[in-house]
């Protein structure tokens, strides 16, 4: 567990990791991003405060159930199912830790079970809304389509897009995703969600001198600064996160994963200051 236990918390946030990066294309390695995310999580490398919401450690309860022993066929699909639904029934905030974005999809599908179709707060470089990518229909280029395509989403607001192509522009606008391109970027133009509110954040949606540790580096992206800001702005109640696309093959002194590790503890923060 991380943080201080107390006798009272605001909301309880269940850390699920998914150790898997079987739908990632040009490089392997976010596998083992949930590990290195705890690694983080318990350094002294970060102070372990948070700046949205009051006191961290009197607002939270970090239950960390572990990573699910992912392999890489299709009932991993149904294990991350399982797994997120249990924290939901458990009254517990299920926050998986990837792995690569194809994770987000199986954790949809259960979050929809729960509370119908819900709006999706998206950081990223891509739209991850490939048809099909790489003869792949699971790709982790593809889970908001599968999502978009199921219905999961009433709404879905993408943030840091800077490699819109035509297909996904065709995607966008077949499924009516909001993108919010990095050409257009102020913090203030993302929508104020209404909610029930589930956040996405790959990594790559930063700028690669922020986060350099991802598989697919693309110059242009978020600071962290801006990224606490569209945060803080949203107001609905979250029921639901992902943090994806660390590869710490790649990181250098531990950067990159405080910076994930910081992010975890600020979207626990607004989940708990928006409850």
């Not at 995310?37 to 002294?44: E, F, G, T, V």
């Not at 699910?68 to 517990?92: F, H, K, T, Y």
């Not at 709006?119 to 990518?133: G, K, R, T, V």
Request: aromatic residues 6%; contains cysteine; charged residues 20%.
């Amino acid at each position: 567990m991380i943080g201080h236990a107390t006798s009272q918390f605001r909301r309880t946030v269940r850390l699920i990791g998914l150790p898997t990066d079987v739908n990632s294309s040009f490089l392997r390695g976010p596998a083992k991003g949930p590990a290195a995310i705890r690694a983080a999580l318990a350094s002294d490398h970060t102070s372990g405060s948070a700046e949205i919401g009051d006191a961290f450690g009197e607002d939270v309860r970090w239950n960390d159930v572990g990573d699910l022993p992912l392999g890489e066929d299709e009932s991993d699909a149904q294990r991350i199912e399982a797994a997120v639904a249990q924290a939901i029934a458990s009254v517990e905030m299920p926050f998986s830790l990837g792995g690569d974005h194809s994770i987000t999809f199986p954790v949809m599908r259960a979050v929809a079970r729960a509370y119908g179709p819900v709006d999706i707060l998206h950081f990223d470089a891509h739209p991850d809304l490939y048809d099909c990518y790489q003869d792949n229909p699971s790709s982790h280029a593809s889970p908001f389509a599968r999502i978009m395509e199921a219905g999961l989403a009433k709404r879905l607001v993408q943030v840091g897009i800077r490699t819109l192509n035509a297909h996904q522009r065709q995607q966008a606008q077949r499924f009516g995703v909001e993108v919010v391109l990095m050409s257009d970027f102020t913090p203030e133009g993302v929508p104020v969600l209404d909610g029930p509110l589930y956040v996405s954040f790959d990594l790559d949606g930063l700028d690669p001198s922020v986060a350099p540790a991802v598989s697919h580096c693309e110059p242009g992206g978020l600071t962290v600064r801006e990224v606490l800001r569209v945060l803080r702005l949203q107001k609905a109640s979250l029921i639901g996160a992902d943090l994806v696309e660390y590869n710490p093959t790649r990181d250098v002194h531990g950067v990159t994963g405080a910076v994930a590790a910081k992010l975890i503890r600020e979207i626990g923060a607004l989940a708990a200051r928006n409850a």
